[in-house]
């Protein structure tokens, strides 16, 4: 994790391999067969190729240090996390060419579909896709402009209850009482949304293409989103009738989605390279190009820690409250709370958080001695004229309205620019309101005549510390009563017997001892029953045991539908070991 910034290495975990279930191994060969038999038609050509590039097999729950080393062919490393991890932070190792594998393994009652990442999603929907370098690009360019996303405080609350909810679902000792509770919850936080952040439209963009994409014609579309690459169901679903299917344009980030259910939508991208072009039209909305008012009131809105940079180079981080404008332009900016200031995302010496943990503010714009120069590009002589030379007064009138007097301390200069002058017994004003004053200490004003970019979170985020966009959570590992451990012993007596090659008879008098005692204590379980039917097709197809197994499945199979389907699917593939 060497080359990872401090900040990120907080969500990387041990996979601990040894934590899968043989139940688990099980659910992870359901699921792979019937993705790679029904997508290998209808997958984006690369995905069958990108399986076996990427290490991701049939049989077993890849090792993610072993699918890093596959990856790093294709410019890419994998690293594990634990279930949800914040967007900025996911987007952030994206960036850095990091695919976070979430190593969680789904339960056999969400075998189908889970709201939650884990090594499904993240191992056999995301990497194989990786090695297509049109793809890949994009995916690096995203992560670029996603992790510029300015963030609200709402999306915060929403992620909360969103990794809430799939926690609390993935858990198998979850009361149907704490389902129900997160699911309100998600729902209250859900309806209190006030503004749509660009942090949530970037995901949104995210949901409809890496996530929930399809490519090609919209009459035969192909998948190459990880959400339907990893779902038995949706992954059959979306290209039904059923679904409605909408050319990808930059409209897509008008439209919303439910991560707990099957969309009813879905867009397509014409090819690869269209999703670059989608993704700039994106990002020529955003604040971090736009700058000025606009991209400040995006700040200002959303209640959450961002930075605005100014034409000198400055960066001012923190939560931005006001922005005072005259002639329609910046004339003062406010920030409230714990406040950094920055170069080339690097914290000034001195103007950390602490320093400033009150808030900042400082004037922007020209001043009325030179309307047409940025202050910040003012030679010494001029700087001189204006009496701003460490122990003289001056008065810095601009031509917003705001003055500023004070005695100078310092004038800071980085890159040929004054980016920053400090004052003693400083007062700002403009136009009879008191922006500063004397008795609040000294005055550190920033230089510059413009906001050229307005962007998510503190510039120097290793040095501003933990904001909370990038706290880092844990799934609580599963607990298991000695009923299921039973269960596990079994499905790891019948792998064995795969792994083992064991035939005939003695393939048959150990399943029947196996059997015998599963079905007494798990009379609805079919995915052994169908694991056992699948060796004996193959190895000792002329016994009784065979007719046993297929009269067992055709009676559960009648238990409801999903259970029939799941078994039927099953069945087609039972001969294909």
Known sequence: MDFLPPHLRKYVVEQHYEKYTPVD????????RQLKAYLSKHAHECYV???????????RIP???????KLQ???????PVSGFIPPAAFMELQSLGVLPIASDMRTLDHLLYTPAPDIVHEAAGHAPILIHPEFSEYLRQYAQVAKKAIISKEDLDLYEAIRELSDIKENPSSTAGEIKAAEENLEKVGKSISHISEASELSRMNWWTAEYGLIGSLENPKIFGAGLLSSVGESKWCLSAKVKKIPLTVDCLKMGYDITEPQPQLYVAADFKSLSQVLEDMAAQMAFRVGGLQGLNKAIQAQSVNSAELNSGLQISGQIVEAIKANNEVAYLRLQGPSQLCCADQELPGHNKNYHAQGFGTPVGFLKNHPAKCPSTFTDEEWTSLLVEPGKVTRLEYTSG???TGKVQSRLVKNGKTILITLTEAQAEHQGRILFSPDWGTFDMAVGSSVTSVFGGPADREAYGETTDFVA???????YSEKELLKHAHYGAVRKLREDKVQGDALVQSLESVLNSHRA????????LLESLELVTARAPQTGLKRQLEGYLESLAKTDEKTRELIQDGLSLSGAL
């Open 25 to 32: 191994q099980a659910v992870w060969r359901y699921i792979l």
């Open 473 to 479: 959570k844990r799934v609580p590992a599963p607990k």
């Open 63 to 69: 090792r993610i240090e072993e699918v890093s080393e």
């Open 73 to 79: 062919k294709f410019g890419w490393r994998a690293l």
């Open 402 to 404: 705001v003055v500023v």
């Open 521 to 528: 204590e798990f009379s609805t379980d079919w995915l052994l």
């Open 49 to 59: 190729e990108g399986l076996q590039k990427t290490g991701i097999d049939v049989e």
